[in-house]
């Protein structure tokens, strides 16, 4: 990985530009003539958004509240330069220096003490710039990254087909979030002397056998040098601070990038990893280093390994055309419990593994072993599956594809596959070594639509092929599963219970408006895994009451521009009539009451009757886990604040044992 210098430390400011004004003044006046800057300088923290660093400046409304949402789209059509001064240490003449930036959001320019050297496209993907050329040890530059307008994605409603850019799609509006598409540095980015030669990245294998209690280890070598070469590498294990395995090998390296495949022949005692309820979570400590001839550390990687066996096995009844849903660690059959995890902000960049832990502990604590990262979004950053590896919930990790609506098949264009194919690569290589990432999914309800219905898309698929490939070659000892839901159905009919069709599904997102009904609903259920079902319900009133601005709460429904706006996939006002609620009598308090104590009373019972039918279903997980907007009404159920809704308990109760599962 080289010597690095942290670049989040350094002190930034940010500016902004109507679209090219800032390169045409660049070659008429300088970039630093302020003549014709959109805004003014303003301090920015890195990582994260333009859009918090004009909020902190006083420059943005927050999109919180009220209807002010929509005043923030300006941002995105705009150019934005971030600008720091760096100092380079004087022992790194004769490295190559690189710049290293782990998420840039979404494209334009670097600049070199007003030069433009480089330029950038793409959000999923880390960036490398070589810059060695352009800075001199010793000495002290002005470095700038200026981002250009967002691209034209879609939001929810469109044509996936038509995928090409692929940048987290729910910025661009979803039903539980407005349109505010993030700007500027979302993730690590650092300065790095490189060694020669280089280990840009190292992807484990461990494995588990639990009959003896023995491990195994492989790794993965990704490998710049500058010429052909043979060099050793040195595989360190340690735990509690000592060395529980070591061995050194022989590799050989190509010119260029190349990667390398090192199996190491001895198995070892370990401690396994468990998922949360089963057992605890020991990580060992890796290093990974190349060696030169004399012996000496030329580069290192480091990062942590769990040791556990997972398989998935059928069912008890499943068709025989049926994807494995009973999933099996350590040789222990476990209920998949889980909600659906999308960004914790709208701004994503500025989420800190301190809000990530607050999320995560609350998930922890109601039982949860499994939460599948929705591909209408993005890989999370690296403290968010170190956090998973920590507390034995295990991700699901979906590609950045999801349904449109209009159109719902993957794209099929030679760019969008290209670019697929280097976005599943790059998710591989740099989370498919941690313990709690068990699954690959192609996306999100990826399926065709015809007369006879919908039907998930297969691996025959261009787009899913073309994962699938990536993660079969990359994964291993993890699953790829081509899309959620997947087989011959997308949702649960009653009529067809019982024919074999129903295996993972997805749905219903509603309130009941009978529990009787529902609970016979789902007392008719046959799914083999529910991996998506929701019930909506309102946040608290104190968080409503915050958020209003200058609007009225009273009545909540489509007249109401308040949640006309904010929410109106999920007003549930048909509700009003039978419980007595008319739109001249406000009674807000016990509005948000009953929806809420509806929603765990609903969850619940999907809970409780999912969990009692394992091993003939393996697992329900919810949708969705948490807010990332103040959203009024939704399916989550813990606030964009983090407070529980009555849900979080009554689904704890069942996932932890506290109440039988013939309860609901």
Not at 118 to 128: I, L, N, S, T
Request: overall charge negative; charged content about 20%.
């Amino acid at each position: 990985m080289g010597v690095r210098i942290d670049l989040s430390s350094q002190t930034w400011t940010l500016r902004g530009w109507a679209p090219n004004v800032w390169e045409w003044t660049a070659g008429a006046e300088g970039i630093d003539s302020t003549r014709h800057q959109a805004t003014p300088v303003v301090p920015a923290v890195v990582p994260g958004a333009v859009q918090e660093d004009l909020f902190r400046a006083g420059l943005l409304p927050d999109w919180n509240v009220g209807l002010n949402a929509p005043l923030c789209e300006w941002v995105e059509h705009r150019h934005w330069e971030y600008r720091c001064q760096v100092s380079i240490p004087a022992d790194w003449r004769g490295r190559r220096l690189i710049l290293h930036a782990e998420g840039l959001d979404y494209a334009g320019y670097l600049l070199v003490d007003g030069v433009i050297v480089d330029q950038f496209c793409g959000m999923m993907r880390p960036h490398e710039f070589d810059l060695t050329d352009h800075l001199t040890p010793g000495g002290q530059h002005r470095l700038s990254i200026v981002f250009t307008e967002a691209p034209h994605e879609q939001g929810q409603i469109g044509r996936t087909s038509r995928s090409r850019y692929f940048k987290a799609r729910f910025a661009y509006g979803w039903d539980w979030c407005p349109r505010l598409v993030p700007l500027g540095i979302w993730d690590d980015l650092y300065l790095v002397a490189a060694p020669e030669p280089r280990l840009l990245d190292c992807l484990p294998y461990p494995t588990y056998e639990p009959a003896d209690g023995l491990g195994g280890l492989a790794v993965r070598l990704h490998v710049q040098a500058s010429r052909a070469m043979r060099a050793s590498c040195r595989v360190r294990l340690r735990r509690a601070g000592e060395i529980v395995y070591q061995d050194v090998v022989t590799c050989a390296f190509g010119r260029g990038e190349t990667e390398t495949l090192v199996e190491l022949p001895d198995r070892f005692p370990v401690e396994a990893w468990w998922p949360n309820g089963l057992g605890a979570q020991p990580l060992y400590a890796l290093d990974v280093a190349l060696l030169d001839a004399d012996g000496a550390q030329v580069d290192v990687w480091q990062g942590r390994v769990g040791f556990r066996q997972v398989e998935w096995l059928p069912c008890e009844g499943a068709p025989a055309n049926a994807e494995p849903w009973l999933c099996r660690i350590n040789g222990v059959p476990l209920f998949l419990q889980g909600v659906n995890w999308t960004p914790v902000r709208m701004t994503y960049g500025s989420v800190t593994r301190e809000l990530y832990a607050q999320r995560l502990n609350t998930y922890a604590d109601m039982g949860l072993n499994i939460l599948r990262v929705w591909g209408g979004a993005m890989l999370e950053k690296a403290a968010f599956y170190d956090l998973c590896d920590e507390l034995g919930i295990m991700v699901w990790q979906e590609f950045p594809l999801s349904s449109s609506g209009i159109d719902n098949e993957p794209p099929h264009a030679p760019e969008a596959l290209d670019e697929l194919r280097r976005i599943a690569t790059s998710y591989l290589w740099r989370r498919g070594g941690h313990a709690s990432c068990v699954v690959w999914s192609g996306g999100n309800e990826l399926f065709r639509q015809d007369e006879h219905g919908a039907t998930p898309v297969d691996k025959t698929d261009p787009a899913i092929a073309v994962m699938a490939g990536v993660a079969e070659r990359l994964g291993r000892n993890q699953r790829f599963v081509v899309t959620s839901p997947s087989g011959p159905s997308m949702w649960f009919d009653p009529a067809q219970a019982g024919q074999g069709l129903h295996h993972d599904i997805h749905g219903p997102w509603r309130m009941p408006t009978s529990m009787d009904e529902w609970r016979r609903y789902w007392d008719a259920h046959d799914a083999l895994l529910v991996s998506e079902i929701g019930v909506p319900s309102c946040s608290r009133v104190e968080l409503l009451q915050a958020c209003a601005g200058d609007l009225d709460l009273w009545p909540p429904n489509d007249d109401n521009p308040f949640w006309l706006y904010r929410t109106p996939w999920w007003n549930t006002w048909e509700l009003a009539e039978p419980h007595g609620f008319d739109a001249e009598s406000p009674e807000l308090e016990r509005w948000v009451a009953l929806t809420q104590e509806l929603q765990a009373e609903a969850m619940a019972y999907v809970a409780a009757s999912c969990k009692r039918r394992f091993p003939r279903c393996g697992g329900v997980i919810f949708w969705m886990g948490h807010d990332c907007y103040v959203c009024p009404a939704n399916n989550s159920v813990i606030e964009y604040d983090g407070a529980p809704k009555p849900a979080v308990a009554a689904l704890k109760r069942v996932f932890r044992g506290e109440a039988s599962p013939s309860d609901g």
